[in-house]
């Protein structure tokens, strides 16, 4: 008879809920990091465009087009706030998502230590079994050895 796991639908279960529990933080991890990556396009983005209005300044600037700048740098900043809270806001997602993979995790293995220690038991009440049948089958031998040997 083989060895069958008693929780083995418990375990199959929790498999599949770490393995949606690591498909939720992959996706988490992935929208910080195109945030991060956005910031980053932002920022240079700013920083050249800071450029282009400091130049022309240098080289003189009519009022309206002044005005134009300040406002296309505020709104930029403006948008760069707004991702570094989007950005936050990734980030605790992400943690609250690794926190439940990692819960997940644990309930995976102890199902595993489980169900190797049930393993570990049944293969020792396997190995038991078979050394009380040869155990009874020397014994037996045995007998009939002797009482083969008194009657010549």
């Known amino acids: 008879m083989a060895f069958k796991f008693r929780l083995k639908p418990l375990l199959r279960h929790r498999e599949f809920k770490f393995r949606e529990s ?20 932002l920022r ?3 920083r050249s465009e800071g450029l282009k209005f400091e130049h022309e300044q240098e080289t003189g600037i009519e009022t309206p087009r002044y005005l134009y700048f300040r406002a296309y ?17 990734a980030a605790r ?19 595993e230590s489980i169900e190797t220690r049930d393993r570990e038991a049944y293969n020792y009440q ?20 002797r009482d083969g040997r008194g009657e010549k």
Do not use: H, P, W
């Open 93 to 111: 997602e992400a943690e609250a998502r690794q926190i439940e993979m990692i819960e997940c995790d644990k309930e995976v293995k102890v199902l």
């Open 126 to 145: 396997v190995s038991r079994a078979e050394q009380k049948k040869l155990d009874e089958s020397a014994i037996i031998k045995g007998f009939r050895n």
């Open 44 to 46: 240079e983005k700013i």
């Open 73 to 89: 740098l505020d709104n930029l900043d403006r948008e760069l706030l707004k991702l570094y809270k989007e950005l936050e806001k």
């Open 22 to 41: 690591q498909t939720a933080f992959a996706s988490a991890e992935s929208k910080r990091i195109r945030i991060v990556d956005d910031i980053e396009e």
